[in-house]
């Protein structure tokens, strides 16, 4: 059974620890909170992004930005995140902005959530981002 990390508001762990290990294990150690850091980074820009589509009406470009969160969301066991990015990618890609804009809340709680659990565990990511 896989260990995880949970999100306080949703039933879907924020981190599938089992997934961020078999990551880690694949690169060499020092390079995993450089690798972190840009998750983040990106995390955050694309949140921004799809939240900027939203409030166009542009609901497509919004589930286009989700998509690609929602892959390095995958790639980092962000299960709670990804789940998320893909309710917005599903209301993307059929137009429906108000279902976009409706997710956005929790979009932006589980990024934040997301983000906090990976600077706690890999210390110093936050000084460089």
């Given at each position: 059974?896989?260990?995880?990390?949970?999100?306080?508001?949703?039933a879907?762990?924020?981190?599938?620890?089992?997934v961020?290990?078999?990551?880690?294990?694949?690169?060499?150690?020092?390079?995993m909170?450089?690798?972190?850091?840009?998750?983040?980074?990106?995390?955050a820009?694309?949140?921004?992004d799809?939240?900027?589509?939203?409030?166009?009406?542009?609901?497509?470009?919004a589930?286009?930005?989700?998509?690609?969160?929602?892959?390095?969301?995958?790639?980092?066991?962000?299960?709670?995140?990804?789940?998320?990015?893909?309710?917005?990618?599903?209301?993307?890609?059929?137009?429906?902005a108000?279902?976009?804009?409706?997710?956005?809340?929790?979009?932006?709680?589980?990024?934040d959530?997301?983000?906090?659990?990976?600077r706690?565990?890999?210390?110093?990511?936050?000084?460089?981002?």
């Amino acid at each position: 059974m896989s260990q995880e990390i949970r999100c306080a508001s949703r039933a879907l762990p924020t981190l599938d620890l089992a997934v961020l290990e078999a990551l880690a294990a694949d690169l060499p150690t020092a390079l995993m909170p450089t690798v972190v850091a840009t998750f983040i980074t990106e995390t955050a820009r694309r949140v921004a992004d799809i939240c900027n589509h939203a409030a166009l009406g542009d609901a497509r470009a919004a589930g286009a930005a989700a998509h690609a969160l929602r892959g390095g969301a995958a790639t980092f066991g962000a299960v709670a995140l990804e789940h998320s990015a893909l309710a917005v990618e599903q209301a993307g890609r059929v137009g429906d902005a108000a279902a976009v804009r409706a997710q956005l809340a929790a979009l932006r709680v589980l990024a934040d959530a997301t983000m906090a659990a990976l600077r706690s565990r890999y210390v110093g990511v936050a000084a460089r981002e």
